[in-house]
């Protein structure tokens, strides 16, 4: 019986170039379980191929940070939450920013009170 293979895609934070591209495309090959690793510079994202078995996302996100780059472990993570008096939000994936619009102002404490158990925090208000 053939092993079944997963599928998984993460951002990695920290490349400029086609060799940083590289380097974490090696290194997350050398993962146990990964069997395929490939990476896109444009859209910094390391898609593989893993053995559900015998992968771990903590050995990989280790590897990937020790060559210098920062894997973001909760890729494809969906949150929803309200924040009173936000109306509205429009996300850029590619900036990575979100923009809240209110009739009312909200202070960067109250944001931040509301995305305590996220791994999102207000950068300016």
């Known amino acids: 019986m053939a092993k079944k293979l997963e599928n998984k895609s993460f951002a990695i934070e920290g490349m400029t170039c086609a060799s940083c591209a590289q380097t974490v495309e090696k290194v997350a090959k050398k993962v146990r379980g990964v069997t395929q690793a ?4 444009a859209t910094e994202k ?3 191929e893993y053995n559900e078995p015998t ?9 990937v940070d020790n060559s210098g780059y920062e894997l973001i472990a ?3 993570k969906t949150q929803t939450f309200a ?25 960067t ?10 791994n ?3 950068l300016s208000a």
């Open 55 to 63: 992968f771990s996302v903590e050995n990989l996100q280790k590897a």
């Open 109 to 118: 404490e109250t944001l931040n009170a509301a995305l305590a158990e996220t």
């Open 120 to 122: 999102y925090s207000v």
């Open 74 to 76: 909760q890729e494809g």
């Open 83 to 107: 924040i009173e008096g936000v109306e509205s939000v429009e996300v850029d994936l590619a900036t990575k920013k979100a923009v809240l619009e209110s009739q009312t102002e909200i202070d």
């Open 46 to 48: 390391l898609s593989i």
């Open 38 to 41: 490939s990476v896109n510079l």
